[in-house]
């Protein structure tokens, strides 16, 4: 199960008009500065079932100031530089930190604190009607389609357009760090850098990805299956008829039509 | 008297032709300070409101209105859609293509479109294929084979053109169905034809050809640029497809966007099958190998096929070693919201508007303000599940990128119910 997830997102915003004329010289230096700018939005996972099994190694409040120092550092690194944080409770999601508003330009730790406080026991709050099972999984699914609609209004308020390319392959690292207690060290050298000099630096690269699908049968992690072609439900064994969607399969399982060479065995068959 | 009338003749002729010399320069060239108010019409883009005064228009409600027609028609009721669609594209590079009345002419704008389509296209069909079939000088020609890449179409297509002779609907169906022939049975047939001109020129009868097509279960759809065929309409009816034809650039867009999304399936067209398919596993980075697709040595990337442990550089792909048809599980994934698609958003009340108590003041996916200026409530939307309001550009966004209500996703009791529902 993956620690910390780091949705990290640069982006190029901002308006001229932030910047009265000066002389070329000096407007130079401010348009690098600006040409640097990043939007970045960190979704924590508040998950409290996860917190307590990991508490001996990094307590949740350990873990929040190697948080907060990144977030200054980031602040730190360009004063036009914006973050956003989505907390991922276990009930529910919630923006709880922008830097662009009136409140998120003064005592911003305590105004995050303060409102990661309220979320958590609200989140806590809605636990309570329901029995819990367990330690559940955590809702990135939400909090991370909350985090891809405001970077679209980002994107729709700003001059710049996403790139095309770049939201097919989101390019973004994923670390799972060995040692918890330099969280921030891990943070603020592969995630504080902006996309520009992202392109000079080494990297954490994946090491393989794994792309296969479970079957809707069994559950099973498999590599080769049989697809229902007209509810794309994926099977590990040949059927006559697709539990999903009811269809029944007319003809012999499609071998691969375009085998060039029908009589050599193939391992998987074996 | 003879030679005067000669003369007046002469005369008239002569004025003819300095009047087609005025039509040629209104139609180009413009001068420099005409060209703004000639091209861009910006007239068009005000209108009066109630008190008389000029304002511009409101886009952004008439984009929402457009954007909900939309909706209304892809998400009706759960109706089995094609997911595993082979089309052809069929673009007419006839002498008509060539034409002008688009600007700078009639190919480049259908070239432009063709290219955005075909992205958008394997954005929402991640499981289907694509070949271009161009139109030339009477005869059709196959310009790229059935494929799942889009840079590759995209590359060919546009070193290619040029425009010249006539367009042969005939030929281009003939080869077309064809092609399409050879396909598995599980997969949805399809032509798209761009037909800038007027007329077809075929060495038979195109009747019998429609009837070939019919028979074939290849649906046929055209978008005209120039104005209505009745040949065309008549192919379109016999086949299942749709016949439209395109006012001006931005329509056309409108009109061959139209159909990036899979259409309704009709089931005796494709028979229900299981594909055998294969999951590949993404390389380590730092592997150096041989892909089977371009024969070169690489060093990471790629993904290895597991029937046969060939490296491939790209997905979605059929193996070239062993033809398994190999998929990621996110390709897979992508495709299940043209399945179970989010319920569209109700419009809020103006009841609810006025009433700021009940009325949140951000969106709940952008935290966008959803106050106009001046503290008016702004149109908004409400998800009916989840019950969370949104702004009309995070509607847009969620039923048409995101595929994801993030209301729903992000309250454990409404995705219970959501999973339970869907």
């Known amino acids: 199960m993956p620690l910390f997830r780091f949705a990290v997102v640069p982006q190029v915003p901002s308006g001229l008009s932030l910047f009265p004329p000066l002389s070329l010289r000096r407007r130079r230096r401010f348009a690098d500065v600006r040409n640097d700018v990043s939007l970045l939005m960190v979704l924590i996972d508040t998950n409290p079932f996860f917190w307590n099994s990991v508490k001996s190694t990094l307590p949740f409040s350990k873990f929040l100031s190697h948080v907060l120092a990144f977030l200054n550092a980031i602040v730190l690194l360009n004063q036009l530089n914006q973050v956003v944080v989505i907390a991922t409770g276990y009930n529910s999601c919630d923006y709880i930190f922008d830097s662009s508003t009136s409140e998120g330009q003064t005592q911003r730790a305590e105004y995050l604190l303060q409102k990661l406080e309220e979320f958590v026991n609200k989140d806590e709050s809605l636990c309570r009607e329901d029995s819990v099972d367990g330690p559940g999984f955590s809702l990135l699914s939400g909090s991370l389609s909350m985090a891809l609609c405001y970077i679209q209004r980002v994107f729709r308020s700003g001059p710049l357009h996403p790139h095309p390319r770049a939201s097919y392959i989101t390019g973004g690292v994923y670390l799972k760090p060995q040692l918890l207690d330099g969280l921030f060290q891990y943070l603020s050298t592969v995630f504080a850098t902006d996309l520009h000099s992202r392109g000079f630096l080494q990297l954490p690269k994946p090491a393989g990805v794994d792309f296969r699908a479970s079957c809707f049968c069994h559950k099973n992690t498999i590599d080769m299956g049989y697809i229902c072609s007209v509810c794309l439900s994926i099977f590990c064994k040949h059927q006559k008829k697709c539990s999903t969607c009811g269809s029944v399969f007319g003809q012999a399982p499609v071998h691969d039509s375009s085998t060039p060479d029908r009589k050599r065995k193939t391992p998987m068959d074996a | ?422």
């Open chain 2, 1 to 422: 008297m003879l030679q005067k009338e000669s003369n007046d003749g002469e005369r008239r002729f002569n004025r003819e032709e300095e009047e087609e010399d005025d039509d040629d320069a209104d139609g180009r060239g413009h001068d420099a300070w005409e060209r703004t108010y000639a091209d861009e019409r910006s007239w068009e883009s005000l209108q009066e409101d109630e008190s008389g005064l000029l304002r511009p228009i409101d886009n952004k409600s008439l984009y929402h209105a457009q954007y909900r027609r939309r909706l209304r028609t892809t998400t009706a009721a759960r109706i089995q859609k094609g997911l595993i669609r082979y089309l052809y594209i069929m673009i007419d590079l006839s002498r008509a293509a060539g034409e002008m009345d688009y600007k700078p002419s009639r190919m480049v704008v259908v070239a432009r479109q063709v290219e955005a389509f075909i992205r958008e296209f394997f954005d929402q069909n991640p499981l289907s294929q694509i070949g271009i079939v161009t139109l030339k000088d009477g005869v059709a020609h196959s310009l790229t084979d059935l494929g799942g890449s889009p840079e590759s179409h995209i590359k060919v297509l546009m070193g290619k053109l040029t425009s010249s002779g006539d367009a042969s609907l005939q030929n281009g169906l003939d080869l077309v169905q064809s092609l399409l022939n050879q396909i598995p049975t599980y997969g949805h047939r399809e032509v798209l034809i761009l037909y800038s001109a007027l007329s077809t020129c075929d060495p038979g009868d195109i009747m019998e050809t429609i009837q070939k097509c019919k028979a074939s279960k290849v649906r046929c759809s055209v978008i005209g640029l120039s104005a209505e065929v009745y040949i065309c309409k008549h192919l379109c009816q016999e086949t299942g497809g749709s016949y439209s034809v395109a006012l001006d650039e931005s329509h056309l867009k409108e009109l061959v966007f139209e159909h990036a999304p899979p259409p309704p399936a009709i089931a005796e067209f494709a028979v229900a099958n299981l594909i055998k398919m294969g999951f590949p596993q993404r390389a380590a980075e730092g592997v150096i190998s041989i892909c089977s697709c371009h024969k070169e040595a690489k060093v990471g990337g790629g993904y290895t096929c597991p029937r046969c442990k060939a490296r491939i550089c790209d997905l979605p792909t059929e193996c070239q070693i062993c033809g398994l048809t190999l998929v990621s599980s996110p390709h897979l994934a992508r495709s299940y919201h043209h399945l179970f698609p989010i319920t569209p958003f109700d419009d809020v009340s103006p009841s609810v508007l006025s009433d700021p108590r009940h009325l949140p003041k951000n969106c709940f996916g952008c935290q966008q303000s959803l106050l106009n200026p001046g503290n008016m409530p702004a149109s908004c939307v409400s998800c009916p599940k989840c019950k969370q309001y949104f702004c009309l550009d995070c509607d847009i966004y969620i039923h048409e990128s995101l595929h994801n209500c993030p209301g729903c996703e992000s309250f454990r009791h409404s995705k219970s119910v959501s999973t339970a529902g869907g």
